[in-house]
């Protein structure tokens, strides 16, 4: 098969999988989410040659630098907007939020949210996208035994902090005297 012919069936095999992943981090900007994705796929066709047996986590890999790409491009625009007060609060579009807003589960997005954005990735990367350890380290671009350790320590961090940040579970028990 040529180089091509690889592209093509990597791109239709896993447009949709870089997609979701794509859609997952940019949560609530979905106008850049073709975008980067679009960025990631023109990659994988540069660099065509170099696309492994099992392409998918090593496009998660480049699909992870372009979205560093469109995040620090989003905080220019952000940035922008705002020294130019042409933001929605400017002009009065607010929107508040009701009693019942919380989603079910909240506190564990809460505790995801204060790790690092490293501890996040390697967690979403195993969690969301499925990734095995082998796979995880082609996408992180580390070797398996670092790519081991870093989810074992981000499943400790989030581990503490959910402890800190749960609701109260099950009542403990009483002991019976």
Known sequence: ????????????????AVSRYVA????GRTSEVEEVVAEVFTVA????????????????GVARNCLANAVRGYGR????VDRL?????????????GPDAERPGAWVHEALARLSAA???????????ELGVEELAVA????????SM???????????????VSPTTAPKERSHG
């Open 119 to 129: 501890d996040q990735e390697v967690l979403r990367l195993t969690a969301w996208e």
């Open 85 to 97: 007060g042409n933001d929605d609060a400017a002009h009065g579009r607010h929107l508040a939020a």
């Open 1 to 16: 098969m040529s180089n091509d012919e690889i592209f093509a069936a990597a791109y239709r095999e896993h447009y949709w």
């Open 45 to 60: 066709w540069r660099r065509r040659a170099d696309l492994p047996d099992a392409p998918l986590p090593w496009l998660y």
């Open 24 to 27: 997952r981090r940019l949560d």
């Open 150 to 164: 870093r989810l074992h320590r981000a499943r400790r961090r989030l581990r503490a902090e959910i402890d800190r």
């Open 77 to 80: 625009r952000r940035r922008l």
């Open 140 to 147: 992180l671009g580390c070797g398996r035994r670092a790519a």
